[in-house]
């Protein structure tokens, strides 16, 4: 059964850069023609996209946070991690890493003012 769980810090301050990180258990993440994916969503909005990475080393980005996002692998630790730097409390939102069809629990980040 195929388990994500995100990862990193709960509460961020104002400019800083957040990192989080999915750790995947039951498969790997280098299976051929798959996504990774982050979405996050704020309290009281619907969810929104943040990007995706694909197997093959492609990338894609919510046009509107890409100038600040990142998304990177690490198939030796089966896992995949997001970077959003200069953060704002707009930023606060639960965030969920997705593979496969396969959702994390979420994590709540909290960006202080």
């Known amino acids: 059964q195929v388990q994500l769980q995100e990862s990193g810090p709960g509460l961020v301050k104002s400019s800083q850069t957040l990192s989080l990180t999915c750790t995947v258990s039951g498969d790997s993440i280098t299976t051929t023609n798959s996504y990774w994916s982050w979405i996050r969503q704020p309290p009281g909005k619907a969810p929104e996209w943040i990007g995706a990475s694909h197997y093959a080393g492609n990338y894609y980005y919510n046009p509107s946070l890409q100038s600040r996002t990142s998304i990177s692998r690490d198939t030796s630790k089966n896992q995949f991690s997001l970077q959003l730097s200069a953060v704002t409390p707009e930023d606060t939102a639960v965030y969920y890493c997705?593979?496969?069809?396969?959702w994390g629990q979420g994590t709540q980040v909290t960006v202080l003012s």
């Open positions: 997705r593979w496969r069809g396969v």
